[in-house]
């Protein structure tokens, strides 16, 4: 059963270019008796369907001392129900030629198949029946740990980024939970039991936590049929609390954070500064940080790898990005890697003066209408793309959002002006809200043992 | 009403060279019925006597997203129970000629009167009383609340050194609570309610989780009958769960935190390296890293004094510090500042000079012996003040030791060797547990902004 960790960055970072939609579908949104919210998402270009089921839980929501949890809970859903035992629920899906899989962030967590059309009652059935029906015994879930230990051991133990971007997250939100890596600390997996997973699932896996997303070559009428009679049936069972995390305090001084790491062969600088949300953002403000991430490092047309590739020749590459997918906070994020004979600092200072004059001066007039038409147009190309879409709309409305908001994207990136772009700036690439991360292969001498 | 808070670094800091005993007056040491501990230090010398409460519990033990309750509650356990209304306590105090104070840190909350030996009784009485008896108003909840706002911005936010060191706190851990400030998040701190008090209060403060220590003109035996007659008569009224919170993950790299401020005229550099506590530590592990923080930084026969000031005339100070008393982490510190006209960065590497010397070849006999000779005199000499004795005891048995750890201490300073203090330094020395704190009057101009 491969699984997929995807955490908020990302996953997000998925998207950033790719799945704002411009000529839409026609949505439909509703919401059963059971607080189960539902999005169909028509496409009739083949006899394909996308179905996911979105609960509104992930690792920021676990407690202290338990990260890890929500993921952990994540791999334990395809251990089996009671009416639908074992892998019974994965054998049918790869019986009917189908594919599935499952992700993981602070903020949400997902299951998904892709199935030929005929087959999505039976689907919405089984994922129905996995929302209370869970039975884990000790004898599935302590080898599932080790898999979730090697999970680890692979993406950030034995991977020098994987552990920079942890240090750096955990050094970046002094106080929030983001600050935890969504897999969880190793020595917190580690302790995690059946007990505790299913006291989560009981709190949070609930019809009212939950939103289906289904996309394919299907009406909003025959789906609100199939939900009513297949996810209809489950009671709620759990009140959900308001999702309120602890916030950032005041952040006072720009950090960082040095690596090394004798695999490391190539160095590289990277920073994040804390920014807003779509969610939490000023309206407009979050269209403004994804039209400036385009302009700053989206590829090789972007400011910082012209600057620092093309011109200066000091790198060999360089760019931006910012995810505004997300409950709470969101990063916006600088990355390069130095030419052979070139030191992390030069390359930093060099970023800092393109970042410095983007915030005096802004962009300019065609970098801005180029960042709006890439990203509308990938916006567009991404309806190209049933699962892309699918996502898209789950990870927005489990994140604080709604459908207009997703549908009204595209003109408010259209609305997007140069001085909202120079404002964010000003306002967002503030150090003191920072953390650069250094990846390189050995610390200096005087650095490594005192 | 003043009240001291004492975060873990300061109280125990003000100890690190005072307060171990080396001819012991014979302590006492015997728990009431209903879980209280009692400590007895017989002191003859004059006809008064100290008295001081500590619950178990501090900053730490708050939940997320209510940092400062624990401070918050101990102000307002000045306001008055039932049967000793409104300030009657401390008036009462005042009208003897006594003192009083109270004290939080990230591990304990505590209480104490110092009053002529004959009103012993009745402050047990008073303080028996306030265990369970605390009555809050709204109409005394809210006015607190702003003097302790208003502390926070003395400490804290109208203070350099006080941002600078909750900001590497914040980045010295990654996931455990230490990185909260003890005095709360002002953030936190402006949501905490008369509901949030009573709760914590109802939770925490319980005979069975509280040690008494008495340390004056007294007897055992006199104690042992007041005790029963005043706080004997409270009955636990909570179950106290083992203090477990979330732990370090590795910590894989070494980070900094520069904090600006134009009030700075005196830059300054100061790295604090996780540590074990005198809790955690393995034996002799903690008195090794007392001798070697005495031997590297305890004044100016140190040796970073010796080296940076004497010698290479490039600072007006450096020291080192280390502080033990704590449940889990304690902090290894040094720190220095440049003399006018040389950097930061010059200063560091010249301490890092010092700190690779150490762990290399470790320190000498006579450093050893004079740094031993030190701790163990200051341990006798802190035996002439009363309250520092009745702290030195309380700090330690509200942090996981026993009467007899603390008896033993100076036996276990005699028996570091030289051996010891360079496995110390190399061991607890590593850059990536540490954080580097810069405190400079403005950020260069790159990094202002950008």
């Given at each position: ?11 997000v970072?998925?998207f950033a270019?790719a799945?704002?939609?411009g ?7 509703f919401t059963?008796?059971n ?28 407690a ?5 949890l ?20 994965s054998?049918?899906?790869?019986a ?6 499952a992700?993981?962030?602070?903020d ?40 979730v230990l ?6 950030v133990?034995n ?20 600050g ?12 995690l039991?059946?007990d ?8 949070f896996y ?20 199939d ?11 759990a009140?959900?609390?308001?999702r309120r ?55 090789e ?15 060999i590459?360089?760019?931006?990005n ?12 600088v ?7 070139r030191t ?12 410095a ?12 209408e180029?960042?709006?038409?890439r ?23 489990a994140?604080g ?5 997703v549908e009204a ?7 997007v002006?140069?001085?909202?772009v ?21 610390l ?7």
């Open positions: 059963m491969p699984k997929l960790l995807l955490l908020a960055a990302v996953l970072g998925a270019g799945a704002r939609a000529a839409e579908p026609k949505i439909a949104h059963l008796w607080g189960l919210e539902v999005v169909v998402v028509p496409d009739h270009r083949a006899p394909v369907v996308t179905h996911m089921i979105w609960y509104k839980v992930g690792a920021a929501d676990e202290p001392g338990k990260s890890g929500a993921h952990f809970l994540e791999h334990l859903m395809f251990k089996g129900t009671a009416k639908n035992p074992g892998d019974t629920f054998q049918q899906v790869a009917i030629g189908g594919q599935e899989n992700f993981t962030s602070s949400y967590t997902g299951f998904f198949q892709r199935v030929p059309r005929d087959h999505l009652k039976e689907m919405m059935a089984l994922e129905a029946d996995r929302i209370t029906g869970l039975v884990l015994t000790d004898e599935v879930v302590r080898p599932e740990l080790n898999v090697e999970e680890q051991n692979t993406r133990a991977n020098p980024n994987g552990r920079l971007a942890e240090q750096m997250d955990a050094a970046l939100y002094l106080n929030h939970p983001y935890r890596p969504a897999i969880g600390w190793r020595h917190e997996i580690e302790t039991t059946r505790d997973a299913l006291a989560f699932y009981r709190r609930t019809p009212n936590n939950a939103v289906v997303v289904i996309a394919g070559d299907v009406t909003p009428e025959e789906i609100k049929a939900a009513e009679a297949t996810y209809g049936k489950i009671a709620p069972r009140e959900i609390a308001p995390r602890p916030a950032e305090p005041m952040q006072e001084g720009p950090r960082t954070v040095t690596l090394a790491d004798a695999r490391v062969e190539q160095p590289s600088i990277s920073r994040v500064y804390l920014a807003p949300s779509s969610t939490t953002a000023k309206p407009g403000e979050s269209e403004a940080l994804e039209v400036l991430a385009h302009a700053l490092g989206s590829g047309s972007g400011r910082l790898y012209r600057a620092l590739v093309v011109d200066q020749g000091i790198a590459n360089a760019g931006a910012y995810s505004g997918t997300a409950l709470d906070y969101a990063r916006f994020g990355f390069s890697s130095p030419k052979s004979g992390l600092h030069e390359v930093e200072a060099a970023i800092d003066a393109v970042l004059d983007v915030i005096e001066h802004g962009i300019t007039a065609q970098e801005l180029s960042a709006k038409s990203l509308i147009a990938d916006a567009v190309y991404a309806q190209d793309n049933q699962a892309t879409l699918a996502q898209w709309y789950g990870s927005a409305l994140t959002q709604t459908v207009e908001m994207w595209p003109a408010a990136i259209r609305a002006t140069a001085d909202a120079r404002m964010a700036a000003r306002t967002w690439l503030d150090r003191r809200t920072s953390v650069t991360g250094y990846l390189v292969n050995s200096k001498p005087e650095e490594k043992h005192s």
